[in-house]
C-alpha cells in the first residue's frame, strides 16, 4: 500500500482547503485511513480517521465542527476538507492507513497506523 497526499498550499485564515489522499497498491487491506498534523517541533496530532466503509469518522478535538473526512473507494482516495482556518492549522499534513485494524485504542495515535505518506504541506496566514 502506498499513499500520496496533495492539496496543500498556502491560504489566508478563514480560506477553506481540501486535502487528498490517493491509495494504491492493496487498497482493501486498508481499513481505518487517517489525517495527522504536524508543526515543525511538535508531535504528530490526530486530525481524523475514517473506515473502509466510509460510515464512521471521529474527529479530533482542534479541527470538530471545521473538517470532514470522507471516502471515494472508486477513487482509492480520502479527502479531508479543512473550514475556517487558522494560523495553528499550518504544518504538514500526513496520510496515514492501518492495514491491521488495530482497534479503538489506537485509531487517534500514530501508532495505530502502519504506512504514511510523505505529506503535504499547509501553511495558513494570519
Known amino acids: 500500500v502506498q499513499l500520496v497526499e496533495s492539496g496543500g498550499g498556502f491560504v489566508r485564515a478563514g480560506d477553506s482547503l481540501r486535502l487528498s489522499c490517493l491509495i494504491s497498491?492493496?487498497?482493501?487491506?486498508?481499513?481505518?485511513v487517517g489525517w495527522f498534523h504536524q508543526y515543525i517541533g511538535k508531535e504528530r496530532e490526530f486530525v481524523a480517521t475514517?473506515?473502509?466503509?466510509?460510515?464512521?469518522?471521529y474527529y479530533g478535538d482542534s479541527v470538530k465542527g471545521r473538517a470532514t473526512i470522507s471516502r471515494d473507494s472508486t477513487k482509492n482516495t480520502v479527502f479531508l476538507q479543512m473550514n475556517s482556518l487558522k494560523s495553528e492549522d499550518t504544518g504538514v499534513y500526513y496520510c496515514a492507513a492501518d492495514l491491521n485494524n488495530q482497534g479503538m485504542a489506537k485509531r487517534t495515535s500514530p501508532s495505530g497506523y502502519n504506512v504514511w505518506g510523505l505529506g503535504t504541506q499547509v501553511t495558513v496566514s494570519s
Open positions: 497498491g492493496e487498497t482493501t487491506a486498508t481499513s481505518y
Open positions: 475514517i473506515n473502509r466503509a466510509g460510515g464512521v469518522a
